[in-house]
């Protein structure tokens, strides 16, 4: 509280020094808003896979730490295919010389040098040699185990040189850049959301744009609420699973408060903060608890707020509190 007050003192001491600033203002006004409520929910990556062995085989190569970035189609970890290997090698010179032989035979046909069952088994065994050589790529390209999408490691379960079995959890990945996020909400708060639109939820210092996504039609006895979800991109910020999140959401009923533009509300000291004006063109700052939001306008309230009062909506990041301004839109 010391703290707070010697710094609003050297804002005013500053302020006045510097002169006016120069400000937009606009009235106070009353009406009626849907409030809102908080609600604490759980962040979870909207993508968290767990990798697992195709086939079997002695893990050959680990290409990846716990905590490593990995783009998509990085290989992360190589099961021995040294039989395979040769198996495709001797697959692939059977396949050419059925692909030789049925071109051959495919030009002999055409002079009537050959019969049809002699053109029809070498085709056969060119079909035959393609399609082995395919399984088999297919069984060695499933030796190595690559990364579905971009995103972090977060588990290694194996070791180098040990033997796995089909199914196998090898790595777990998880896409850090989209977030699910579940609130548990009762129902007169649902009807006042709408699927698709977007708000703010609030991940430890960041901000986050979440559109709604949907509830899940499994409400709780208890508390007589459900989990509703929503979708956000967290690409450049830190968060993790399991964090927790907080959002403002409109209640179903409606009640009076004071009105003024989104402008009007700025952060100060960690709080969201109004300033409004005197007869003697005077800032006096005023902490202020958002009640709804209206689009381009906010519902407030606030010690001291009473309707008609003049509110800076412009200029206000240029003023601080009990500092002299002019309103240059009067």
């Given at each position: 509280m010391i703290k707070r007050f010697l710094a609003v003192m050297l804002f005013s001491l500053y302020a006045f020094a510097a002169g006016e600033s120069l400000v937009e203002t606009t009235k106070i006004v009353k009406g009626e808003v849907n409030p809102l409520q908080e609600f604490v929910g759980t962040l979870k990556f909207d993508r968290n896979s767990l990798l697992a062995a195709q086939n079997s085989g002695v893990v050959q190569k680990i290409n990846f730490e716990v905590g490593d970035s990995v783009k998509v189609g990085q290989t992360l970890v190589q099961i021995d295919a040294d039989i395979l290997n040769a198996q495709v090698q001797s697959a692939e010179a059977n396949f050419l010389n059925a692909k030789r032989d049925y071109e051959r035979y495919s030009k002999l046909l055409e002079t009537k040098s050959i019969s049809q069952k002699q053109y029809d088994d070498a085709k056969l065994n060119f079909i035959t040699a393609k399609s082995?050589?395919?399984?088999?790529?297919?069984?060695?390209e499933k030796k190595s185990i690559k990364a579905p999408y971009s995103?972090?490691?977060v588990e290694k379960p194996i070791n180098l040189g040990e033997w796995v079995n089909a199914g196998t959890a090898l790595a777990t990945i998880v896409d850090t850049t989209k977030v699910e996020i579940t609130f548990n909400v009762p129902l007169n708060i649902y009807n006042g959301l709408k699927k698709g639109d977007m708000y703010d939820i609030r991940v430890g210092e960041h901000l986050l744009k979440g559109k709604m996504s949907g509830a899940i039609p499994n409400g709780d006895k208890l508390t007589r609420t459900f989990p509703v979800k929503f979708k956000a991109n967290s690409k450049d910020i830190f968060v993790f699973d399991g964090e927790e999140a907080n959002v403002n959401l409109s209640k179903n009923?409606?009640?009076?408060?004071?009105?003024?533009?989104?402008?009007?509300?700025?952060k100060r000291f960690g709080q969201n903060v109004v300033f409004i004006i005197d007869d003697k063109m005077i800032a006096h700052m005023i902490p202020v608890q958002v009640v709804a939001y209206l689009e381009s306008q906010v519902a407030i309230n606030g010690q001291g707020l009473a309707v008609g009062q003049d509110i800076v909506s412009k200029g206000n990041e240029r003023v601080f509190p009990n500092s002299p301004v002019k309103i240059i839109n009067k």
């Open positions: 082995t050589l395919n399984e088999l790529e297919t069984q060695k995103g972090i490691m009923a409606k009640q009076e408060a004071l009105i003024v533009p989104r402008d009007a509300v700025i």
